[in-house]
């Protein structure tokens, strides 16, 4: 059990169980549900530094913006947190296809369908994911310089998280039957990918030339 420290309050963080299971030998939680918790800590951070921004005078001419981006946060956070659970139950279903037998009939048809959810989810994700990034290049320009570096670690996390997700994606698309599918999923995360985490990594680059 995780405990922080705040202020005089002791705040209880329930990751024990799910970090628990994640180094287990179960298939889920995976790499999915990783990495929907790495993009709800992207969103946490940015949220902070907006809190941390908001009402300041010296901030005062992006207040409206601001609260405009902290209403997104608030709502993206715990939506990208459920990825962690939709992950598992989408995968759930293909864990349990495998275990039919090779000879039985519909097992392929049944693959393929399970196959293809357990990838359309993460493509999900990394969708959501990537429309945070522009947010998170507005609170590079304008956000508290107190708060910058968290937005740094923000960019960071946020790419992992995409690249993470994709992952989820190619692990199954690669298993579909139909090519054609595959590769238009692909395509999409490929860039989805290739945009999110390159302007994610200038978002980094940008701040780190500040502090350093």
Known sequence: MLLIKVGGRTINMEMEKFLTALAGKDPVPGGGGA??????????????VGNLTTGKKKYAQYQQEIENILEQLNSDL????NYIEKDA????????????????????????????????????LTRRLSGLVPILEALEEKGSRLAISDVAVAASCLATA???????????????????LAEELNKEARELVADGVGRCRKVYEKILEQLV
């Not at 715990?78 to 947190?81: L, T």
């Not at 037998?101 to 196959?115: A, F, Q």
């Not at 995409?162 to 054609?180: F, H, R, W």
């Open 89 to 124: 139950i989408a995968f759930a279903p293909l864990a349990e296809a495998y275990k039919i037998p090779k000879d039985e009939p519909g097992r392929e048809e049944v693959l393929e369908k399970v196959t293809l959810e357990a990838a359309r989810v993460p493509l999900e």
């Open 35 to 48: 990495a929907a918790l790495v993009g709800s800590l992207a969103v946490a951070l940015g949220a902070m």
């Open 162 to 180: 995409m690249e993470s997700a994709v992952m989820n994606i190619y692990i199954n698309t690669g298993s579909l039957q139909n090519k054609e």
């Open 78 to 81: 715990w939506e990208i947190y």
